[in-house]
């Protein structure tokens, strides 16, 4: 089983539709969790961080369940500019783990 | 500018050659990385290190070696012990307060 674990996709969704995805986790020692983006051919990038309480960031929306562990990102009023994939990373004692990401297509 | 630098963002070379390839950090991070990142898939580690003159192996070091004789550098030298080295290789520091992990804009190693 991977460490981390993401649905591949593709998520093909027309502007201004909500869409989430979710990771998976493997170890219950994970201590942090963060969202990339990542563009064709570029390096990724944070979007955010992942909080036990759950945070928002304007229309992006991330929650973190340590029971299930699994962590989530929500996407509200997609954009043109939201296309990318989406890379959920998991940190144990600075071991920082990558999913394989998700890549988002948002329509006109 | 405070950031992380790798060079050259462009590389071929030949079977059977040792190629090694820079990163430069001036943001007084310990800890950095080294992935590998093939078309269309995630990035795996090779290697990592929290503190000067100690590194780790990921989950592909095989093939691979790296040194951290200074906080801001972390070279990766593709050996020609590893097998399929054609990748985009990203280095990253890690923030201490956050753990935010800042990238590099990557090298894209290719072998002819």
């Known amino acids: 089983r991977k460490e981390v674990e993401q649905d591949p996709g593709p998520f093909n969704v027309p502007e201004g539709a909500t869409v989430a995805f979710n990771c998976t986790y493997s170890?219950?020692?994970?201590?942090?969790f963060f969202w990339y983006r990542q563009d064709c051919r570029k390096e990724p990038k944070l979007l955010m961080s992942?909080?036990?309480s759950g945070n928002e960031d304007g229309r992006f929306t991330a929650q973190l369940n340590r029971a299930s562990q699994y962590i989530s990102l929500l996407i509200r009023d997609s954009k043109l500019s939201d296309s990318a994939t989406y890379l959920c990373?998991?940190?144990?004692?600075?071991?920082?783990?990558f999913g394989a990401g998700t890549r988002l297509t948002v329509k006109p | 500018d405070g950031g992380i630098t790798q060079s050259p963002k462009y590389l071929f070379r030949k079977e059977g050659q040792n190629v090694t390839l820079s990163c430069e950090q001036n943001?007084?991070?310990?800890?950095m990385y080294w992935y590998r990142q093939d078309p269309g898939q995630g990035l795996r580690l090779i290697y990592y290190?929290?503190?000067?003159?100690?590194?780790q192996k990921g989950d592909i070091a095989e093939g691979y070696s790296v040194s951290r004789e200074k906080k801001e550098s972390f070279p990766l030298t593709v050996t020609s012990a590893q097998k399929n080295p054609t990748a985009f290789y990203l280095c990253?520091?890690?923030?201490?307060?956050?753990?935010?992990?800042?990238f590099g804009e990557g090298s894209r190693l290719t072998v002819l």
């Open positions: 290190s929290q503190i000067v003159n100690d590194f």
């Open positions: 990373v998991v940190n144990r004692n600075n071991d920082m783990r």
């Open positions: 943001l007084n991070h310990d800890a």
């Open positions: 992942v909080y036990s």
């Open positions: 170890n219950s020692a994970s201590q942090s």
């Open positions: 990253a520091s890690q923030g201490m307060n956050t753990g935010e992990l800042f």
